[in-house]
């Protein structure tokens, strides 16, 4: 992949073993004046990404201002959830504006899925290596 930058797997749980290694990317969020440094676990199963609770506060976004709510899926069902939008840097690229499914659950990692993240930038795994590639999404000339 052209400009790309690569990353480790983390260990999310040492008593897992090799089975606790994840994709987590780091990266800056910013909303206005506020940024925030995070750490987002890329998941090519999510159909949207998700901002937990505790970060949308951080970044300075208040849940009774949201105007544009949206219903999740799976173990994320029973919590209520807004669309932000959300200045991410990833490395050394150029911010993109990235969706988000803010969500009052506290206890889910910030998730980056296939709505908007997995449009923004192109992804190689190399799970038998415990790293990952990305870059900006490649623009297509015809």
């Known amino acids: 992949m052209r400009n790309a930058q690569r990353y480790p797997f983390i260990p999310s749980d040492v008593a897992l073993g090799e089975a606790s290694f994840r994709p987590f990317l780091p990266l800056t969020l910013a909303?206005?004046?506020?940024?925030v440094a995070a750490?987002?676990?890329?998941?090519?199963?999510?159909?949207?990404?998700?901002?937990?609770?505790?970060?949308?506060?951080?970044?300075?976004y208040v849940w009774e201002q949201q105007t544009t709510a949206l219903s999740l899926t799976?173990?994320?069902?029973?919590y209520e959830a807004s669309v932000v939008l959300v200045q991410a840097v990833v490395g050394q690229f150029e911010p993109v504006q990235l969706v988000f499914a803010w969500t009052q659950a506290?206890?889910?990692?910030?998730?980056?899925?296939?709505?908007?993240?997995?449009?923004?930038?192109?992804?190689?795994?190399?799970?038998?290596?415990?790293?990952?590639?990305?870059?900006?999404k490649s623009v297509v000339l015809e």
């Open 31 to 35: 909303y206005q004046q506020s940024s």
């Open 39 to 60: 750490s987002g676990l890329l998941d090519t199963g999510a159909s949207v990404n998700v901002l937990p609770y505790s970060v949308g506060i951080e970044l300075g």
């Open 74 to 78: 799976g173990n994320l069902a029973q």
């Open 106 to 136: 506290t206890n889910v990692p910030l998730i980056l899925g296939q709505v908007n993240f997995f449009m923004e930038f192109d992804i190689c795994f190399y799970r038998s290596q415990l790293q990952f590639e990305i870059s900006p």
